[in-house]
């Protein structure tokens, strides 16, 4: 726990960090105006999960569950009804609200704790907390400083035997702006400032909705800038491996599950989006799962 906490201390941006929770928190309320009757949709059987995920984590019932950045809790309780004992963890103090509220609605058991990624990890290392699954999704490491300290975080609260499972969009794919047009740099060292969060969910035209929609909040503008940090596959890869993990599969795919981020984007199914017919396919999103067979370094 020493170690990781110095490095945090002279590696992590915690002064961006805390933009971004700002920033989450104010996005969040918009994002949830326009998911329905979340707690009923719940009630009725209801999942967020995409195939992919469920496919990586494989049979979860009777596991404990680490669900990192768990944003409101809908793909935590998801997780929970298949079984599994979930903890979720995130910046936002909104969206920690929000899901222990719809975890107490709908009936649904899960735990939710809001505090910065790295701060969480190394109080969970101090209290020898450990978990047989470790949880992200989409959209999620743009917002650390360090991912190395974050692969280290994942190892350290891994039980021997436990797997990660990751899935995200792909960085390839974010070279683009919305019009399809080369414009960001692959490798990017700097974090890059922004707006702040958008409301990426009605933008998403029911992408990120599997229950009713509501119109909600309408022309979103965050009063809070946010910082995004852009990490390649081969660094994501890299940071597992260095902290002990072992890489045990990866899958690309030519589609994003629920995000519409580009002009023309087309839903295949599933509430999957593709490409425009017209353009070649490129990698939209990726998988990958790390089990902890020996000591995290």
Not at 47 to 52: I, N, V
Not at 136 to 150: A, E, Q, R, V
Not at 238 to 247: E, M, N, P
Request: proline share 3%; with cysteine.
């Amino acid at each position: 726990m020493g170690h990781f906490l110095e490095a945090s201390e002279t590696r992590m941006r915690k002064d961006l960090h805390e933009a971004n929770r700002l920033s989450w928190n104010a996005a969040t309320v918009a994002h949830n105006s326009h998911k329905g009757d979340q707690a009923g949709f719940f009630r009725r059987g209801g999942s967020t999960l995409f195939p992919e995920e469920i496919d990586f984590l494989g049979d979860i019932a009777g596991l404990s569950l680490l669900h990192l950045q768990c944003n409101a809790g809908q793909d935590s309780l998801s997780l929970a009804r298949l079984g599994a004992d979930v903890t979720g963890v995130d910046i936002s103090d909104e969206a920690i609200a929000f899901a222990r509220r719809l975890s107490e609605e709908s009936g649904i058991p899960a735990r939710f704790e809001r505090e910065d990624l790295f701060t969480w990890f190394g109080k969970a290392a101090g209290d020898h907390r450990l978990f047989d699954r470790v949880f992200s999704s989409y959209g999620t490491i743009c917002w650390l400083s360090d991912l190395d300290l974050w692969a280290q975080g994942i190892a350290g609260v891994l039980k021997p035997g436990g797997r990660f499972v990751f899935m995200e969009f792909h960085p390839f794919a974010l070279v683009f702006n919305e019009q399809w047009q080369l414009h960001y740099d692959y490798f990017n060292d700097a974090a890059v400032e922004e707006s702040g969060v958008g409301d990426y969910v009605a933008g998403s035209d029911g992408g990120l909705m599997a229950g009713d929609h509501d119109t909600g909040v309408v022309d979103f503008r965050n009063p809070h800038r946010s910082y995004e940090f852009y990490w390649g596959i081969g660094e994501v890869v890299s940071a597992l491996v260095r902290a002990g993990l072992a890489i045990e599969r990866m899958a690309e795919f030519p589609y994003a599950n629920g995000w519409r981020g580009f002009e023309g984007m087309r839903d295949i199914g599933g509430r999957r989006m593709a490409q425009p017919k017209e353009m070649p396919r490129i990698p939209l999103m990726y998988g990958l799962s790390a089990a902890r067979h020996r000591e995290a370094v």
